[in-house]
């Protein structure tokens, strides 16, 4: 059963639930209506209590993070631009919150880039497959905005602290067969394979315990250290909100925008 909506597609399939994120125009770029749809998605798949869920995005990119377009759309005062950016952080930190606590396996199927706070959705994946041409980047002081997302909430326990800040401050390109060498990602495969290679875990997951993969992720995303995770994002959004009214930020954003274009 597939169910399409404006930003996110649903798909139910060998007892799993698939989540795609649906604004290919715009390589899946995140706005706060995106997020709230996957948040409600979520729920969604949570009650259908399947093998695993499954992450992924339609068309060129995984997703290319906070849309830059929406900020600046909603600059005409700091009031209106704090207020889009609450939505939008935060909607997002809501989601990767509700992806640690979700109550089965959360696999990731990395179909193109990666960029800023959308890293996040792939950091609160237990196992990820990354298309080979695909790679990870913050992108954050190119614009002068704030980490969020889990870069900093979240990376660090990853792949140490020196390396994660080593990649923001030089905002470096991490490629697929780097983001494998360093633990980011459990496969990377050539992108026709990506979907064999996902459906592939999602066979060995139905051969287990359903119950016993959920006591295992519940005992490793367990309350206290969910409340650390918590807390930092929460640290990440109060300084992202301090950045993005900041003058040198707005013109970062609009320079960024007319590299782009």
Same mark, same amino acid.
């Given at each position: 059963?597939?169910?399409?909506?404006?930003?996110?597609?649903?798909?139910?399939?060998?007892?799993?639930?698939?989540?795609?994120?649906?604004?290919?125009?715009?390589?899946?770029?995140? %706005?706060?209506? +995106?997020? *709230?749809?996957?948040?409600?998605?979520?729920?969604? *798949?949570?009650?259908?209590?399947?093998?695993?869920?499954?992450? #992924?995005?339609? /068309?060129?990119?995984?997703?290319?993070?906070? =849309? %830059?377009?929406?900020?600046?759309?909603?600059?005409?005062?700091?009031?209106?631009? +704090?207020? $889009?950016?609450?939505?939008?952080? &935060?909607?997002?930190?809501?989601?990767?919150?509700?992806?640690?606590?979700?109550?089965?396996?959360?696999?990731?199927?990395?179909?193109?880039?990666? #960029?800023?706070?959308?890293?996040? +959705?792939?950091?609160?994946? =237990?196992?990820? *497959?990354?298309?080979?041409?695909?790679?990870?980047?913050? $992108?954050?002081?190119?614009? &002068?905005?704030?980490?969020?997302? /889990?870069? #900093?909430?979240?990376?660090?326990?990853?792949?140490?602290?020196?390396?994660?800040? @080593?990649? @923001? $401050?030089?905002?470096?390109?991490?490629?697929?067969?780097?983001?494998?060498?360093?633990?980011?990602?459990?496969?990377?495969?050539?992108?026709?394979?990506?979907?064999?290679?996902?459906?592939?875990?999602?066979?060995?997951?139905?051969?287990?315990?359903?119950?016993?993969?959920?006591?295992?992720?519940?005992?490793?995303?367990?309350? *206290?250290?969910?409340?650390?995770?918590?807390?930092?994002? =929460? @640290?990440?959004?109060?300084?992202?909100?301090?950045?993005?009214?900041?003058? =040198?930020?707005?013109?970062?954003?609009?320079?960024?925008?007319?590299?782009?274009?």
């Amino acid at each position: 059963m597939t169910t399409e909506t404006r930003q996110v597609v649903i798909e139910e399939a060998g007892g799993a639930v698939w989540l795609r994120l649906n604004r290919p125009a715009r390589h899946n770029a995140l %706005i706060p209506e +995106l997020v *709230a749809e996957l948040e409600a998605a979520l729920n969604h *798949a949570a009650e259908a209590k399947p093998v695993a869920l499954v992450l #992924t995005g339609n /068309g060129a990119s995984f997703s290319t993070g906070g =849309d %830059i377009a929406g900020f600046l759309a909603h600059a005409g005062s700091r009031e209106e631009l +704090l207020g $889009y950016a609450e939505k939008l952080v &935060g909607g997002l930190h809501a989601v990767v919150l509700k992806l640690l606590c979700f109550p089965a396996p959360v696999l990731a199927a990395v179909n193109g880039p990666v #960029t800023g706070g959308a890293t996040g +959705l792939v950091l609160a994946a =237990d196992m990820t *497959a990354m298309a080979e041409h695909s790679f990870i980047q913050p $992108y954050y002081s190119s614009v &002068g905005f704030a980490p969020d997302g /889990g870069w #900093t909430a979240l990376l660090p326990e990853r792949i140490g602290t020196a390396k994660t800040l @080593q990649i @923001q $401050y030089l905002n470096e390109r991490v490629t697929a067969a780097e983001a494998r060498a360093l633990g980011l990602v459990s496969c990377v495969c050539p992108y026709p394979e990506l979907k064999a290679v996902v459906e592939g875990w999602l066979n060995g997951l139905a051969a287990g315990s359903a119950s016993t993969h959920a006591v295992t992720r519940t005992n490793v995303w367990d309350a *206290a250290r969910l409340d650390i995770v918590r807390t930092r994002l =929460d @640290q990440e959004k109060a300084r992202f909100l301090e950045r993005v009214v900041q003058p =040198d930020t707005l013109a970062g954003m609009t320079a960024f925008l007319q590299r782009r274009a």
